[in-house]
């Protein structure tokens, strides 16, 4: 069930408001929590309309809006709230059950509260200049999270509980700026830029922990953000034995590797920051050149292509040339992998800086003159060019840095794409 409400006075302020009423399958959730209401409140005040704006000829628009609500999702695995048995085990020579998923009866729906602030701007007689402006603060209740059980709960290896007791924050600014440079009638140039801050936090995890391991390399930690990475900091190799070195939690150095004892939460994330884009459109007279830049900042992933190549135990994982080149042979090197006998281990050196910056779209577009048709069938016609992933900059030492999985290795980098054509029009 829904319904929704607008009111609107003198062109100038409007309220909007709606309430909806839904329900989620039984496989999602338990009965209990299977039906839920939502609402949202927005008002907006278009400022050109006032006196003192509208017959400004400098700004052609200017309006203000503001929204509150809240949304929810029933999301989750099938039955993950269930308990499920597993009938695909045998033992003795005897057909076996066990447990496949522990049940939480308490598993509910996933809510976000959500405040946002925006402004439209365009400044300039014939609209040269856009601006378009927004900041938010979102609080996710009742997130997801799957918490390994206790040894002695009689699950699976690698089954989990599926809870709802998570929260999350998120707060944040966005912006998109369009404009005219040059602007005639033989040639035109615009160019723009949009862009997006994202802060995160966990707030809470449930009412016994305030840490969950997340996979096998991150950690869900109340403070910090989701998707922070978890793991031994990586102190170098010991120029005079070839060893690989180690911080411990208390900021000393040890040769021997401890992951229980070591790890800590790093300053990296496999989520950004901030990302963004940039345009550019140059026409003139019946050519148009177009470009499209992409970047992404502030995001980390574990690179496990050096992890597996440049490591003694994966001979046969096409290993890196610096294995020959890089590593320690002799004591008083300055090595940056260590001693051919000695383990490779996960540490802070596999997770790098995966930002980038892609020229993701080049195209060249050519108008054909409506003279060359004279009286024939065609209306139009446009040539084009077109390259897609052409450069990229990073320092990203795997195949792509522009990836959502964890991992560098095991993937499909973004292809190197060139088109040629022509579209007409009859």
Known sequence: YMGTGRYSYDNKYTLTGSYRYDGASLASVPLKNRWHGFYSLGAAWDLKQEAFLHDNDFIPVLRFRASYGQTASPLGSTFNHMSLYDVTETYGGL???KPSNLSNP????????????????????????????????????????????????????????????????????????????????NFTWNIGLNGAYNQNRILRVNDVLDELAEGDTRIIKVGLPYGTYYATR??????????????????????????????????????????????????????TLSTLFSFVSGVDRWNNIDFYNENQAYMTSNQSKRMLYERWKKPGDIAELQRIDIPRNFTSKDVQDASFLRLRNLQLN???????????????????????????????????????????????????KYTAGINVNF
């Open 95 to 97: 057909q076996a059950i």
């Open 106 to 185: 308490d598993f509910d729906w996933e809510y976000v509260d959500e405040f946002n602030a925006g402004a439209v701007l365009t400044l300039f007689r014939g609209k040269r200049l856009n601006i378009t402006l927004d900041i938010y603060d979102k609080v996710t209740k009742n997130m997801f999270i799957n918490q390994p059980p206790s040894a002695t709960a009689g699950a699976g290896s690698g089954e989990t509980i599926p809870l709802s007791t998570g929260k999350m924050g998120n707060k944040g600014i966005e912006f998109a700026l369009n404009g005219d440079v040059i602007k005639s009638r």
């Open 234 to 287: 990586w102190a170098g190799v010991d120029p005079a034995s070839g060893e690989a070195q180690y911080y411990n939690r208390d900021g000393s150095i040890s040769n021997v590797y401890n992951a229980e004892g070591q790890a800590v939460p790093l300053s990296a994330n496999l989520f950004p920051k901030f990302t963004g884009g940039i345009t550019s459109s140059l026409r003139w007279k019946d050519f």
């Open 366 to 416: 050519y108008n054909v003159p409506l003279s060359i048709f004279g009286k024939t069938v065609f209306k139009s016609a446009t040539l084009f060019v077109q390259g897609q992933n052409l450069l990229t900059w990073t320092t990203w030492r795997g195949l792509d840095p522009e990836n959502n999985r964890q991992y560098g290795r095991f993937e499909y980098p973004n292809a190197r």
